[in-house]
């Protein structure tokens, strides 16, 4: 069995048991991209291998390539992001961040900037008071850095078509948007995470304008994406 000589950071984006004790993830790496890591024994209160294993957690790995999985050689915890759990909102919106990774990546392809984006995003839902805000922001950034930016011209009055972006005429694919939506999205796409935890514009945006701005943006990454449906899409609706 093979070790990689040097470690890999990743990210747990699921797990599935297997056995009685083991179980398999799925892992984001900084180096080889999306992977599958047999745990053998995770599931036993005193496996060395079980906050490595947990779904959220930045890790360090040195990996073993077996025929079908990679395993273990080694392994630490870097950032657990277990904060993420306290609150039922948090915990939603950064699950399906994972998930749209997870669906939309190809399988051992690496993409160091989403990775770096994927991590931040995760530390700020240890805290943040605005999940949807920054689900959101994660989002429009993820997409312009895959090539799929949506167009968002800010206008008066305008139409967001889950095919292109802005348009100034509806369709049945589109969504009215007023200007105050448009500048919304814009400083979630172009300021920072922290700029954006910190913007008290973005409490004046009512919670429900929020989530139908969120699931506007899903429709979106679904069409383009060619993602047919997600595991915690009925709890947007």
């Given at each position: 069995m093979a070790t990689t000589n040097n470690y890999t950071l990743g990210i747990v984006l699921n797990e599935m048991e297997f056995g009685e004790s083991s179980k398999i993830i799925r892992v984001f790496t900084r180096n080889y991209g999306i992977?599958?890591?047999?745990?053998?024994?995770a599931m036993t209160?005193?496996?060395?291998?079980?906050?490595?294993?947990?779904?959220?957690?930045?890790n360090?790995?040195?990996?073993?390539?077996?025929q079908s999985f990679f395993y273990i050689g080694d392994a630490k915890i870097v950032e657990s992001n277990f904060k993420i759990r306290d609150n039922y909102y948090n915990l939603i919106y950064a699950s399906i961040l994972l998930e749209i990774l997870e669906k939309s990546s190809i399988h051992g392809e690496a993409n160091k900037k989403v990775f770096d984006l994927m991590r931040k995003s995760l530390y700020f839902f240890n805290f943040t008071r605005d999940p949807i805000s920054l689900a959101i922001a994660f989002?429009?950034?993820?997409?312009?850095?895959?090539?799929?930016?949506?167009?968002l011209d800010i206008k008066e009055k305008s139409y967001f078509s889950i095919r292109e972006g802005i348009i100034d005429f509806q369709d049945p694919y589109s969504f009215?948007?007023?200007?105050?939506?448009?500048?919304?999205?814009?400083?979630?796409?172009?300021?920072?995470?922290?700029?954006?935890?910190?913007?008290k514009d973005m409490e004046e945006i009512d919670v429900n304008r929020k989530k139908y701005l969120h699931n506007i943006i899903i429709k979106y990454i679904k069409y383009n994406l060619d993602i047919s449906s997600f595991k915690s899409d009925r709890l947007f609706n």
């Open positions: 992977i599958s890591i047999m745990v053998k024994g209160p005193k496996s060395k291998n079980l906050g490595v294993s947990q779904v959220f957690g930045v360090e790995y040195l990996l073993k390539k077996g989002e429009l950034k993820y997409l312009s850095f895959i090539g799929y930016r949506p167009k009215s948007l007023s200007r105050r939506d448009l500048v919304y999205l814009n400083k979630l796409l172009y300021k920072k995470f922290e700029e954006i935890e910190n913007e």
